[in-house]
């Protein structure tokens, strides 16, 4: 399977031959002791997958359920008439599926599939950068792409990427891709990663956003098993970064989560405002966090705009 994929997680391995995933995680490591893949948290990549990067074919069959939960929590925080930019990636392929329901939306995007997601929502402008076509993951990069970022200024940016560390925050295996990552971050006043759980504590080589840079994470709850990526997504929070966490886990694969594993969600505030950050703007994602996704009365809604405006 991880020949003919690239990579493969552990549940869907689990599903597939019918057994335990402690079973499965002993097998992967045996396999790894010989040479034949490496091992990822929550699943398997083929040998040498801290430079090699999986196309778009494998990627979309890796943690299905997980990502879907993700871009369920992660669309309810985008409100209407927004303008923002989403990034390459599966993740967010599913994230501009649901952002195709919001009104008045206008999405900057590298990404094709992200376009093509969007392309038959009557109320959202969709705006492509330019650049040089990528077809691993149908993404524009290169000058033309960061150039066409320029001047650009929007509320947040969605991005993903390979791995995702506190030490080093947001990084990908490709150099131009984490190029045109890094102008889309500079392009917006927030930035909000769209991580599962298997990136967790995984490093690659390009560094896209430092963890200073990251305002909000919106993952997947880790297995009980997974103390690395728990550790992590501690860490993370300890630097400051807002975790939204949507309750995927012990779903299986699929294009849906069941509903026993309908997305609950979680932040942990910002204890103090990080270098860069105005106090009053800070204020206004704590009330915004409070809200837990529930509409907000209208003075309170008011107050935060406010606060925003500012």
């Known amino acids: 399977m991880v020949r003919a994929n690239g990579a493969v997680s552990l549940r869907e391995l689990a599903r597939v031959v019918q ?72 993740t967010t392929q599913e994230l501009a599926r649901r952002l195709a329901r919001v009104p008045g939306l206008t999405v900057v995007t590298n990404s094709l599939l992200v376009a093509q997601a969007l392309a038959h929502a009557n109320r959202v402008e969709v705006v492509m950068t330019g650049g040089t076509l990528r077809g691993s993951n149908y993404a524009l990069v290169g000058s033309g792409a960061e150039q066409s970022l320029q001047g650009l200024r929007v509320s947040r940016a969605f991005l993903s990427g390979s791995g995702l560390t506190a030490e080093r925050g947001l990084s990908t295996s490709n150099m131009l891709s984490a190029s045109v990552d890094r102008a889309l971050v500079q392009a917006a006043a927030e930035v909000v990663v769209l991580a599962d759980h298997t990136k967790l504590g995984s490093d690659t080589m390009f560094q896209t956003v430092p963890t200073d840079l990251i305002t909000r994470l919106v993952t997947d709850e880790p297995p009980a098993h997974d103390d690395r990526a728990a550790t992590e997504l501690q860490a993370l929070a300890d630097q400051g970064v807002q975790i939204a966490v949507a309750g995927a886990s012990g779903s299986q694969g699929g294009d849906a989560v069941p509903a026993r594993h309908q997305q609950q969600r979680r932040d942990v505030p910002l204890p103090a405002p990080r270098r860069g950050q105005i106090p009053g703007a800070q204020a206004g994602l704590r009330a915004a966090s409070m809200l837990g996704g529930e509409q907000a009365p209208g003075g309170e809604r008011a107050r935060v705009a406010d606060l925003r405006r500012r």
Do not use: M, N, W, Y
């Open 19 to 90: 057994t335990s995933e402690v079973t499965v995680r002993r097998d992967v490591r045996a396999l790894e002791a010989e040479g034949l893949l490496d091992r990822r948290h929550g699943g398997a990549v083929l040998p040498g997958g801290f430079t090699r990067e999986s196309g778009f074919p494998q990627k979309s069959h890796l943690a299905t359920a997980e990502k879907t939960a993700i871009a369920d929590l992660a669309a309810s925080f985008v409100e209407e008439g927004e303008a923002i930019v989403v990034g390459a990636g599966t």
